[in-house]
């Protein structure tokens, strides 16, 4: 059996008196792929966030590797072994693609990822190592934020809105690399609004509404409908 390398039980976040997120409890075993599936505003970037220690619950536990997360700065939590790749992207804008590579490697953490193998899996970052990496194409720039996220070595990757605002053709590329991202065995929690192609490509993933899970389970476990009642709460 796997061991969880991500546990997080009971956990309630809000913001001021707001409650974002009601006593959700989730695992994730090294080297599986995890969907996090909902509508805007169920809570996903809200989980996320809390788990790179950028937003502190109220109340529950992170456990990474067995050891809390409570209290440690983002930058601690990176050099555990967690990166996350944010929606939007979040690129440096005054720096060239290759320096936004390298700042993602800052923490040194040991492991298969280093600036050569990012090129190998995006070539075309290769060849525009020296442009702005905002000047480049949205597709290009999620390469650059998957990258940047890579080159930390990480146990456990975060993957915010993959696909978020991409162009179908772009998104079918990214997806097809996916493999050779996850390949070195790291596990994997990717938040996607497409929920068929979220489903096609992970093991097992977990559906948020209004900030509690309303259903989770095997990836291929549940008919369209009832993924549909639990993602709309009808």
């Given at each position: ?6 546990e997080?039980?009971?956990?309630e ?5 707001a ?7 989730l695992?994730i075993?090294?080297?599986e ?7 805007n505003?169920?809570?996903k ?12 619950p ?18 601690r939590?990176?050099e555990?072994g967690?990166?996350?790749?944010p ?7 005054s ?6 590579l ?15 193998k990012v ?5 075309i ?5 020296d ?21 930390s ?6 993957l915010?809105?993959l696909?978020?605002g ?9 997806y ?8 070195e ?6 938040v996607?609004?497409?929920v068929?192609r979220?489903m ?6 977990v559906c948020m ?13 549940f008919?369209?409908?009832e ?8």
């Amino acid at each position: 059996m796997s061991e969880s390398i991500l546990e997080v039980q009971n956990l309630e976040v809000f913001y001021g008196n707001a409650q974002a997120i009601h006593g959700i409890s989730l695992t994730i075993e090294q080297g599986e792929l995890l969907s996090l599936i909902g509508s805007n505003g169920a809570g996903k970037s809200t989980l996320f966030k809390s788990i790179c220690g950028m937003v502190r619950p109220r109340s529950g536990t992170i456990n990474f590797k067995g050891q809390t997360t409570a209290g440690l700065s983002p930058a601690r939590i990176t050099e555990m072994g967690i990166a996350m790749v944010p929606e939007g992207r979040r690129l440096f804008r005054s720096l060239s693609v290759e320096e936004n590579l390298i700042l993602g490697g800052y923490v040194r953490r040991p492991g298969p990822w280093t600036l050569q193998k990012v090129y190998d899996v995006f070539p075309i970052l290769k060849e525009r190592k020296d442009y702005p990496a905002t000047s480049l194409s949205g597709g290009q720039q999620q390469m650059v934020a998957i990258g940047r996220a890579l080159m930390s070595n990480p146990e456990l990757l975060l993957l915010d809105e993959l696909s978020l605002g991409l162009a179908p053709v772009v998104i079918k590329d990214i997806y097809e690399l996916l493999p050779k991202i996850l390949g070195e065995g790291m596990a994997t929690i990717l938040v996607e609004q497409d929920v068929t192609r979220a489903m096609q490509v992970s093991d097992h993933f977990v559906c948020m509404l209004e900030g509690r899970i309303s259903l989770s389970g095997q990836s291929d476990a549940f008919s369209h409908d009832e993924i549909s009642a639990a993602y709309f709460g009808t």
